[in-house]
């Protein structure tokens, strides 16, 4: 591993030994980066890389900026990501357990990342312990899931049920739904945290593209 | 109301008129005060009011002092509670849920105080949502209540789980037990309070005396 | 319960089994569903179930719209409330008392929500502690409630003022009005809970919903 | 105002010149001082001011040591304060309340500084804003008052209701009493800052003594 | 004391007793009250009352508005202030000190709610510890004051300065003013609480109004 | 799933279905249960399941008393960890990185608990960033893993540079090592989440054994 | 030192003797000062002293009216400082070091302000932990400094990195950049003060201008 | 730089490197080790490196045995630090300002590894910004130095007033000194981060160490 693994675009330094050393080409954080910045970044790395590149929150008018400058990509507005070359399924399954309607937007990432990565997503919505029945309706599909990642705001106790359930990893993602002592998604991190269910594991709040990459991590050990 | 309602015994001063008030004379907070003084405090209830006197947070050995001083008492040493004149039952059930074997001494307290204020209680431990099976099994006793405290730790997901089951009051009271993002408690009590079962109310962390009273409370709706 | 107690609309599954188990259909929670989102909820709840169908936290221009595909409902734009086939009155008495004037709009969402399931509301506005006179002279319509919610914000003193007047069910709501110390809602939220005023309950910052559903769980004990 | 207003002892500089500047000779904060030094201080303001010497913090076994080195002190246990040569009263009246029986180390504290400095104090104990009608009873008592020390914990709601029934200066001083969401005092704190009663002022928690010298610097203005 | 010492507006409560009480009229807080709310509130203290009518963090439209329907009143645009009927000066002079430039607003507010209510304010500006020979060239000016306030952001550690230098009352006002770690002002508001100079009393965070009314507080001790 | 798949002790309500559903059986937390408490439920697990069985967070008297009681366990003092039934090797292989000497407890526990599931577990040791040599001369031995498990108090720096260096999932716990700012573990934790390495999941502070059991539901992908 | 040594322009007082005091003169803090305060500040100061003249935290439309007044300035947009007779290089070179993209415009305030003060800076950016052969591939540029600024959000453990890697002085700026866990740099912050390298110290979030001045100081020690 | 840099003592992984890396060998913190690990760790610094050898945190027991073990030694009880070969004096001046007695464990801590490390110490201790004219008697000393460390706890305002004095660099040390609104010294963290006195660093709470050795990197510029 030497620096001239890196390419030094001035504004970014493009990591193109990622792919070598861990299976994916680096992922672009979109927050704060012009189209220019992310469409040269992304040339780099389709250039210099074989897999997927990506690139994160990305709003609509920035991504038609991007897939203007760079052609055959494709843009999810409800994952708002970018993605060119998407990977092949690996034939790794990936159940998306969203506890309510207002966790979908990080659902969706967590889903179209881990999809363009080449794992197998489905998506099951709107089961909060506030309904357990809707919860263990769906045993069986979380049961058949290599990873579960659970997606909820609110107190979270999402991950605790399911982590309960099912014997495959269980990935939790906090959200900032809710209001008031919801603490924009504090309170469920830190609920996931001391959940009374052994071996659950947490990423950043609102951060499908974390749960994703780390169910991605996951399916090679599977290989 | 007039001050004369209050018996002024230097270091405290004793609301005689809350039983006329609220239907149960003040309730004695053990900690911090000498065995001499929760003895006095408890003469001058028994003396001005009729109902049962209480003394919560006492230890064993300030206990058996103040039994020396007040006869006719009674001692819980697991909910740390002393009780003279308990009420007679009303006919109102109450059932106290722990979630774990760790928050049985909040569980105690609460079941403790309930009873001595004259409701019927039963008590289901070890149902946390990492078992559901465990919970589901107790759906029939928990439905057929008046009312459901849940003591829980940790996460507190308990109190969602249980929300979205019954149809009744639910008072959920979040324990101090666990480490690290259990936060004392803290965590618990945020989380029930962002909890997605609509209704659930919520008292302070340890506090089985406070479910006990808002149960009570509760019981003089019924009547 | 099973399963198919939930319709499935993708992007949404609606518990239409809740008003079995619990007395009263789902509630939509409004904020970040779109006015079609809505209207096929509150369409799949009106068809499976018989009770009151509420929105709640619906702005003005989305109310219009989801009123246009689902007629006979009716929007209270104080409390920001859609609701369509209310309940009749069920003989349940609640006293919706507010601290100060910015504390009304979430007054108005507990009084409109109750009143909707079935309650009987009165408010009382503006009786903050800082002016016993005007709390004490409303002692006689506290009293006789079948149970009081208190509706505060800033350093939420007036749940505890009112829990030592009342012996009926009080359910402390604390909001997020005022600024610096009160930290939107945290201070209140944290000084109900360390209230000195015993058996008082409360609910999440700003949730004037949760109140007045805690009030319905009531008012099917009185049943 | 020059450097040798100061005498160095090598472990503290003693600010000999505080007495002219602010009417009362420096106070010695006990916590983490051995008996020898606190002594040390206590010969070196004796010599060089006229006025009352305090050391505040002072446990028993370290004021006996104290009081063998420099006599013509007293200690008052429930305070933990040391005192040498008391202020004449002053004719400035102060009337220390109390919420609860667990706030009065930190009331006998107030009342102690205060005393020892020349203000004459009054102490109204138990009169939490659980039992409005104990307050109210002292009203006449708290008018009376040139200022009114409020001392409370948990939820610290009565600083809110002193402050609007009383028209002269009022001091809060939250305490660290009560558990779980009190938070050690900062509950109080914060509730105090954000109290519906204009023109109210806080001290640090647990700090009689910060009170005590807050109505000292008040009673300067009278004279 | 009665319930008719307040006036019912519907929207508001108005306690026109609150002058006879504390010696000046309510307050109105104007956040999140219209102009008619304001003017409506306004006319009933100037019709019941004979002292100061003020209303706080009013903007320049509603002012303009409010003015409109309530004659002889003028609107001090910096303090974002309305008043009518100014109280006379009644020989109590007030020191308003500001660290920064960013601390005017607060400063303002403090000065002018001051003079309203009779006090003779002058105010000392950018005053910062960071530059202390501009502070000790004021000394004069704050030792002949009767009061002091000191307003102050990012870490307030003007307070502890003043508070050192002279004898009489001193009220910090911690802003929210800066960024980062000074977390809108809580960090100057504990900071102020933690000061190292004995009997510093402090408000709310930019409640350059609540400053003034403990001064006004101070103002009745002196007469 | 039935509740008859919980043995009801009374105490507690031991989930003997767990091993089925999860591949291990229920691990006995040790804090707060009596030795006859840990010996009841380790014999009711021993008898009904056929796994490993294990506890954790026990003191080294409690143990003695427990082995005493339930023969053919090992008591592990480092790890605080009693085990009966070990389970063989299943050839998934994980590397336990220690940033420093402080995180020893919780790698052992990591370790301990994690062989007794069946996992081959390696140890490194004082590999914190402050030394970034050390760090890169364990490579191979990190990269070779199936699952890294990063145990760090401090900043937790060490899981952002493991991550990075690895493919394979990690998995990191904070430690609440260290003092001052790095509140109790809190701080380590946080950065954990925000760490700039991708895919990176977190535990519960100080939880050894949370990292083991995340690494136990690992290893069942890859069989 | 005297009070003479300040220029009072009414809003703000001008402190002309910090050049003499500190080498430097002082330095306008452009939030929430309009462009004709700004332009007369920077003019007092340009008259009174002789270095470099800097306002920060301007924006673009500001700044141009500042130069319009004030001749002979430049703006550097990416900074946003505006600088009036930049000093010469002194000889004392400092680094820059950034860990990501998003953490560029700090790194610019940094960079602009050392420059203007007649510090010699280079940049290095995008070295962040995740990619630890970027940051070795630098390591020789880091070493030759004799001050390195690091500049990260996030988790902040490039600062630790660093601290191993390099002897000089190491002054870490926390940023605001990231989400969730990030807590608005406040991770950050507290991760480099619990940093596991000795010796590191650490300025205001997103405080480029305090590295700056904090390098300027270290500067003056080397002559 | 290579693994071969590291001695692995098993529980330990001694950095020899460091020395020639930073100018000093690796210091070992003393909590949470054995006399036997100290004292082994000791020994094979000693071996490997030239210079000083240290460590922190160790109690007076410990130390004893240690020195026991290892010869040459001296123990700093007031530091709690043991040292082996101290570094000649290499002509760079400090000095350690403390703001009051309770700070002088901290301040002891940073001269005595100062000292050790070939640093010129002079200590000034109770120079509190509540009496100022006791630090403006020392500003002549302060002004002579090449580096001040400032010790402050409760508000630290110290180092405000300090860095407007002096022109050097100003390492800030908050300490845990006080009680209630000082949060155990995160209100002094905070605090001095929040310094309006521009280019103060700060280091960790308590971490006289800290500060000592980022002033041992200062005094590598001026060589």
Known sequence: MTGSDAVDLGFARVD?????RQGLPEVIYGTGKTAAEIAS???????????????????ASTAASVLDAVGNGTYDAQARLLV????????FTVVVA???????????????????????????????????????AEQDRLRAADTVIVVAGMEGALASAIGGLVACPVVAVPTSTGYGAGLEGITALLAMHA??????TVVNIDSGFGAAMAAFRLSRVAR
């Open 84 to 91: 060119w070359r998407p990977a092949a399924p690996v034939g």
């Open 98 to 136: 969203a506890a309510g309607t207002a966790d979908q937007p990080v659902a969706h990432e967590a889903a179209a990342v881990a999809t363009a990565a080449g794992l197998t997503v489905t998506t099951v919505t709107d089961v909060g312990v506030a309904g357990l029945h809707r919860l263990l």
């Open 16 to 20: 193109i030994a990622r792919e070598a």
């Open 195 to 200: 959940s009374c269910a052994a071996g659950i």
């Open 41 to 59: 970044i992304a040339q780099t790395l389709l250039r210099h890389n074989t897999g997927p590149v990506l690139a994160t929150r990305v709003d």
